[in-house]
């Protein structure tokens, strides 16, 4: 059986992910990007990977000056010692001795010079990975197209077999995209940056070409903080996959359960569906609480509303989830939308998922997931995507989703109904003077549910369900119509009223 070739970390892990495994060792890639995209981070991971293994590694910069490589470094926190740094930012100023008469043109001397000078740089050190930054200094120099491009092809020429993995990097100020380029090089990544309307700039990224090798097509968003670039990857549902038991799902509330005629199934998105402040997140945290006393490890996902909030609110309630944070079982994150890249949410969860090993996850609410992307098709694809991932798994999934307006006819900014599982509607309505709350199953996938409409309450003991609303018609109206007797209500006025 042939062995399989060796492979060069990039240092970034959801790269290595991307490209299975790294790049193919003893090869010249080319990483291409505009200015700010994070090229020169890309490449001093890739070499800062390769010191930490025993490896030389040599930066050849014809542009920036080592001040300004060291100033970047210093940024994320790294030490550049035991990596070459040879510094080429001008071709008059390193070859400021006179040159002899000749009949070539200087610009056909400088390059020459310049190649041959690093060339001999090359010898001196005998790296195992090198970064040439950038190709358009060397376009420049090379004046000619052709003479450029024969340039790059003595290069690859030249590491042929050296043992030497090369980065070139290339910041597209030559303008349009060189595809004689991409085809002498054994691998094309591109780094793009995209500015938004509001909130921070977005990266992506793709692996446009890698000969020989498999990896995961498509573009990848990655950002740039103290420490590097993070990359990752995009989601494969397909590719993820593991047996788990079909069992339902308990809330703790024995009425609430049978509505769902036993509870959600385990691998099943639920979605809730209600106004604002009708109690959606609380029916959520009361599966969250519930797999918590199973032993179950739990994740939220706070776009909406503060941390902090959530748990005053929740002990409220009656149903506090502070000790479960602390023992590790439910973890609470609040999220910004305006500064997250939509990939590193699916990020997170998979993590959430596959390394601490939550078993239900709350994402609260769409509207704010929603905010992280840039348009409504792409959320409905990715959610599709992750929700697949989560059912393969078997994690039991709770999507909150506010719908506009109180009373009657309301309308959700979001048709994601239809990817779900399992719906929960929640409704206010009027009766006997006051707003009461009304929840039914609208949907379920899982099995059979119930077609009655009951009324629940929230208090100081938690969330309480009462029995069907027989002697009512119009709930889901808002303005239901009295058809049978007061008993069918639950409680007294204080039982139905709300702590907050």
């Not at 509870?263 to 209600?274: D, E, K, Q, V």
């Not at 009656?318 to 602390?326: L, N, Q, V």
Request: overall charge negative.
């Amino acid at each position: 059986m042939q062995q399989a070739p060796p492979r060069a970390s990039t240092g970034i892990a959801g790269l290595d992910d991307v490209l299975r495994g790294g790049f193919l060792a003893n090869r010249v890639y080319l990483v291409e990007g505009a200015p700010g995209a994070g090229k020169t981070t890309l490449a001093l991971q890739f070499l800062l990977e390769g010191r930490h293994q025993g490896e030389a590694g040599l930066y050849v910069t014809l542009s920036e000056s080592e001040e300004e490589l060291r100033a970047v470094a210093t940024s994320h926190h790294w030490s550049l010692d035991g990596i070459e740094l040879f510094e080429f930012a001008s071709a008059e100023t390193a070859l400021s001795l006179d040159h002899e008469q000749t009949l070539l043109h200087p610009w056909e001397v400088e390059l020459g010079e310049t190649m041959k000078a690093i060339l001999d740089r090359v010898k001196e050190v005998e790296p195992k990975r090198v970064v040439f930054d950038s190709l358009s200094e060397m376009r420049l120099l090379a004046q000619d197209p052709l003479r450029y491009r024969r340039q790059i092809l003595a290069l690859k020429q030249y590491f042929t077999g050296r043992d030497c993995t090369v980065l070139l990097l290339d910041d597209l100020s030559g303008g349009d995209t060189d595809l004689q380029l991409h085809s002498i090089c054994h691998g094309v990544i591109a780094l793009e940056r995209l500015t938004m309307e509001f909130g921070a700039a977005r990266r992506r990224i793709e692996v446009q070409k890698m000969r020989g090798s498999a990896f995961l097509e498509g573009w990848h968003d990655y950002v740039i903080r103290p420490g590097g670039l993070d990359v990752f990857p995009r989601l494969v549902a397909a590719l993820h996959h593991r047996d788990f038991l079909t069992e339902q799902l308990e809330s703790g509330v024995a009425e609430l359960d049978a509505l769902f005629g036993g509870g959600p199934l385990r691998g099943t998105s639920t979605l809730i569906l209600g106004p604002a402040g009708i109690g959606k997140t609380s029916i959520a945290i009361q599966y969250v609480l519930a797999a918590a006393e199973r032993g179950e490890r739990s994740a939220i996902y706070e776009f909406d509303e503060r941390a902090g909030t959530l748990i005053t609110r929740s002990k409220k309630l009656g149903m506090d989830i502070e000790p479960h944070i602390r023992s590790g079982l439910v973890s609470l994150r609040q999220l910004d939308p305006a500064e997250l890249a939509p990939g590193e949410f699916a990020w997170m969860v998979r993590q959430e998922v596959e390394i601490v090993g939550a078993r239900v996850i709350v994402i609260d609410s769409l509207t704010g997931y929603m905010a992280a992307m840039p348009e409504e098709k792409q959320l409905l694809l990715q959610m599709h995507e992750l929700l697949s991932y989560l059912s393969q798994l078997g994690i039991a999934t709770f999507l909150i989703s506010p719908q506009v307006g109180l009373i009657g006819n309301m309308q959700t900014t979001l048709n994601i109904s239809y990817i779900a599982d399992s719906v929960l509607l929640l409704r206010f309505f009027e009766a006997g003077g006051r707003i009461r709350k009304a929840l039914s199953v609208i949907k379920n996938r899982g099995g059979a549910h119930e077609d009655t409409i009951r009324e629940f309450t929230m208090g100081a003991t938690g969330i309480k369900v009462g029995q069907p609303l027989v002697d009512f018609e119009g709930v889901l109206t808002g303005v239901p119509r009295y058809v049978g007797g007061v008993g069918s209500l639950m409680g007294s006025r204080e039982a139905g009223r709300s702590p907050t």
